[in-house]
């Protein structure tokens, strides 16, 4: 097969290809390699490949709706037996791992060939993929541009033809915000579908899930129907919709009502191309029958959410921080300056600070609720700006040398008054304050790439589900991708 036919399927198509027996296992893999070795030095999406994993994986009979089809895993949370599992960080690269994590052996299971994982920031605790350790990746439509973050290799490596799809996660908005940068199909499911074990019950709470980024519908489809469903160690068993999510696309759904914004708080004039990728699916939408109303404003606090959200978030690094040097018993010398600031940040809240902002989450969620007994679902902009330029969001030298100077000095609590906090909100939040709503209320979410700006970058729009809304984000995906396809987009990433 050569690499341009390759790149022309998605998963699904792959694996039929495998099954009628027109190319091996072996000759896809050969296929991404050779496409990876092509491609990714530009844009450094794979931080290890896994040749002797691969390799013996395509010898095997393989089984399952992705059978022989190549697959990248993220290198945070989706433990692969034998190997480490780095979460960007340098502290970590070095501990392999007892055993799979459970997505993990479900994409084994179903008949997936992993040969690589994806670059990520470190714990994946921002919207960008520049960790210290493996460096920045980049974005495929534009190398000066970050592909997102936190599963911004696995966005980059996909939307580059190197796989069909590949392993993501979402804490705040890292399926979706990757997704919009890379120009994919990106779906973040409600809490506690997919579970995250057996080492992790629910990460922060349940704000993180798992998931992945591909370039179809049906791919994201077929793949939820591989991951959902509780396990052993999950904490409760979330309800499973009647029949297959990759059957939700056979049929459109019914004329829905759906509500829209795009300035917001800590953002009230994103974009003008952000505006327009909203505005792009606001118009395909109603030709498909559907009514779309703009809001005056969120249907919720978003300002009282973000702060919520970067305190807990904070919080749970500090915890994570932690939690890797009793495992390693390395220094803070094997962290990032940024992670050990935000951490300092999460150490000096007191644990009233931390719950007030955990159970704060209920008011958000009863907002939501009330907006769902009107409309259907909720439209914005995936991000409110552009993809960022690599490097954009390092400190400037004066509060580098000051943090620096904190740390050492163990002073956490000044850095509250040295301008660090606010510039780490505007960078973590003013540009992508749409994607935390549906991680804080644990409900589903979907970036789909329906815009392209003049100079060729994607910008994503997002729809926001009532719990249990995966079926239906699944059948107006299909319904979206029909009316305004962008499969043929991918064949301009040399």
């Known amino acids: 097969m050569r690499i341009d036919e390759y790149r022309k399927y998605d998963g699904l198509g792959l694996a039929e290809l495998v099954s009628e027996g027109e190319v091996t296992p072996r000759e896809l893999l050969d296929c991404a390699l050779t496409r990876a070795a092509a491609i990714d030095p530009s844009l450094n999406s794979i931080v290890r490949l896994m040749p002797e994993q691969a390799d013996a994986r395509v010898m095997d009979t393989l089984d399952g709706p992705f059978a022989g089809v190549p697959f990248l895993i993220k290198d945070l949370s989706q433990d692969y037996a034998g190997l480490p599992t780095a979460s960007g960080s340098r502290s970590l690269t070095q501990l ?106 629910e990460p922060m709470h349940g704000a993180a899930v798992q998931g992945v980024v591909s370039r179809s519908v ?47 708080s800590v953002n009230p004039s994103p974009a003008p191309q952000a505006v327009a990728a909203m505005e792009a699916a606001a118009s395909t939408l109603t030709d498909l029958g559907h009514t779309v ?83 259907d679902l909720l439209l914005t902009p995936t991000i409110a700006e552009l993809p960022p330029k690599v490097g954009a969001f390092d400190l400037a030298r004066p509060l ?38 549906a991680n804080v209320t644990g409900r589903p979410a979907l970036s789909l790439p329906l815009h392209w700006t003049p100079d060729g970058l994607p910008m994503g729009a997002q729809f926001t589900a009532p719990l249990g809304g995966e079926g239906l984000l699944v059948q107006l995906a299909a319904q979206l991708e029909r009316a305004a396809p962008w499969s043929h987009r991918y064949e301009e990433i040399g």
């Open 400 to 437: 580098e040398l000051a943090s620096e100077l904190l740390l050492r000095s163990r002073t956490a609590g000044m850095l509250r008054h040295t301008g660090i906090v606010d510039q780490m909100i505007d960078d973590n939040i003013s540009w992508i304050p749409y994607t935390q709503l």
């Open 96 to 201: 392999p791992m007892p055993e799979h994590a459970t997505v993990v052996q479900r994409w084994l299971d179903a008949g997936l060939v992993i040969f690589g994982k994806t670059n990520t920031p470190e714990f994946g605790a921002k919207g960008i993929t520049e960790p210290t350790v493996f460096g920045p990746a980049r974005n495929p439509w534009d190398r000066s541009r970050t592909p997102g973050g936190s599963s911004g290799g696995s966005a980059a490596a996909v939307a580059a033809g190197i796989a069909a799809v590949a392993g993501a996660s979402d804490g705040g908005g890292s399926i979706r915000i990757p997704s919009s940068c890379c120009g994919l199909v990106g779906l973040k499911p409600g809490r506690g579908l997919v579970p995250s074990g057996p080492t992790f019950g």
């Open 218 to 264: 049906r791919d994201t489809a077929a793949m939820l129907d591989v991951l959902a469903g509780g396990e052993p160690t999950s904490g409760y068993l979330s309800a499973h919709p009647d029949g297959s999510f990759l059957s939700r696309m056979d049929a459109d759904p019914r004329p829905l009502r759906i509500g829209m914004y795009a300035a917001t």
């Open 293 to 375: 109303e703009l809001l005056d404003a969120p249907p919720y606090d978003d300002a009282s959410l973000n702060r919520e959200f970067l305190l807990a978030w904070f919080t749970y690094l500090a915890y994570e921080m932690d939690e890797v040097k009793r495992r390693t018993g390395c220094g803070d010398d094997k962290f990032e300056r940024d992670t050990r600031i935000m951490a300092a940040l999460g150490r000096s809240a007191s644990g009233v600070d931390y719950l007030e902002a955990v159970e704060g989450r209920h008011v958000h969620v009863r907002a939501l609720a009330t907006y769902f007994e009107t409309y």
